[in-house]
């Protein structure tokens, strides 16, 4: 079977599945993953495939179909970024194939003993130096790609002193550098904590992007016409209105505040987490996953509101969440508490 239909094939029987966000997204990173094993048995994938892959993929992130009519709410290049920097940590296929060429270049300029060092050596370069090397216009596809990879590679091993190290090349190394890394957000580490549910932590992240199908994005892009909030009916909907002027939002927050016995502003998790350095380490955690875990519940009680017209009272979804985070922590924690956590702990339940 092709590699398309492949992953078409697994994407599909999950597909009738109710997957989180969340839930697809560890999907799609444990199907690229399978590739690896693909890829050591050939070449390289062509590019009209790796663009085939990436469709299925990304339709399936947003839809939870392999196909997938509207514009995506985050661009792929976003998710395909590290965590650590604004992104999902989704592997980049181009990249990635881009990264496994240079390998062959690494070889080329360490005059690596080896069969095909050899074979494009005497065949095709001659006398021509790596790093000069210009192939033919009617050269076969693969040469042509790795002629570019020695190009693009060429600032690596020589600028970057990659060939002054003892190191030997790596793909995971040449992705990186391939990739040129972004600053890291602030966010990084309230957003993906494992004492998150997983569900809250795409929410979040699509928070902090600011890129949830909020109304006046829906009304923008052509649907709908009533800009209305669905959980105040006070104003309109947007991003901003929904988290951080909203009264359902801005009671949840404060009754958390309150619960917690802390102060943050909404809207500046930098500013909250300067607040909050005076606390021990692990109220701090527990603080910050109550936060992501409210602002999921934000979004899911707008999206209630819009199919059931229902709303959960802000209190019951404070408690709720406290309750979910207190039972992660319990089922995960396996060292002693300080006395002082421990009487914090006990007056959240
Ligand atoms: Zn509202």
Not at 139 to 151: E, F, N, V
Not at 214 to 219: G, S, V
Not at 239 to 248: A, E, G, M, R, V
Not at 268 to 282: M, V
Request: one cysteine or more.
């Amino acid at each position: 079977m092709h590699l398309t239909d492949r992953i078409t094939a697994r994407i599909r029987s999950w597909g009738s599945r109710q997957l989180s966000y969340a839930g697809r997204l560890a999907l799609i990173n444990s199907v690229l993953a399978t590739l690896h094993s693909y890829w050591s048995s050939i070449f390289l994938i062509p590019n009209g495939i790796m663009n085939k892959i990436e469709a299925i993929c990304r339709n399936f992130l947003w839809s939870g179909k392999d196909s997938y009519q509207r514009a995506p709410n985050v661009s792929w290049d976003t998710c395909c970024s590290p965590k650590d920097e604004g992104g999902l940590g989704i592997k980049d296929l181009k990249t990635w194939n881009r990264a496994l060429l240079g390998k062959y270049t690494w070889w080329l300029a360490n005059k690596k003993d080896h069969l095909w060092v050899r074979w494009i050596s005497h065949v095709y370069m001659k006398d021509t130096h790596w790093s000069n090397y210009d192939p033919p216009p009617d050269c076969s596809w693969t040469l042509k790609k790795i002629a570019h990879s020695m190009i693009l590679f060429k600032q690596a091993y020589t600028n970057d002193l990659w060939l002054a190290s003892d190191k030997e090349y790596t793909v995971t190394e040449g992705y990186a550098w391939l990739r040129q890394s972004k600053p890291k957000v602030l966010w990084r580490h309230i957003c993906w904590s494992p004492m998150n549910v997983p569900k809250w932590s795409f929410i979040f992240w699509a928070v902090q992007l600011k890129r949830l199908l909020t109304k006046d994005r829906m009304i923008q892009m052509g649907f709908g016409h009533d800009p209305c909030c669905y959980l105040c009916s006070a104003a309109d909907e947007s991003h901003d209105h929904l988290f951080y002027q909203c009264p359902f939002s801005t009671h949840c927050i404060s009754y958390l505040q309150q619960k917690l016995g802390v102060h943050f502003s909404a809207d500046s998790l930098a500013r909250w987490d300067s607040n909050g350095r005076a606390r021990s380490k692990l109220q701090r955690k527990i603080i910050s996953s109550c936060h992501v875990g409210v602002t999921y519940c934000i979004w899911n009680s707008r999206n209630k509101a819009r199919l059931d017209a229902y709303v959960l009272r802000p209190e019951n979804i404070v408690r709720n969440v406290i309750k979910d985070v207190l039972a992660r922590f319990w089922a995960k924690n396996s060292s002693v508490l300080s006395t002082r956590d421990v009487r914090w702990i006990q007056g959240l339940s």
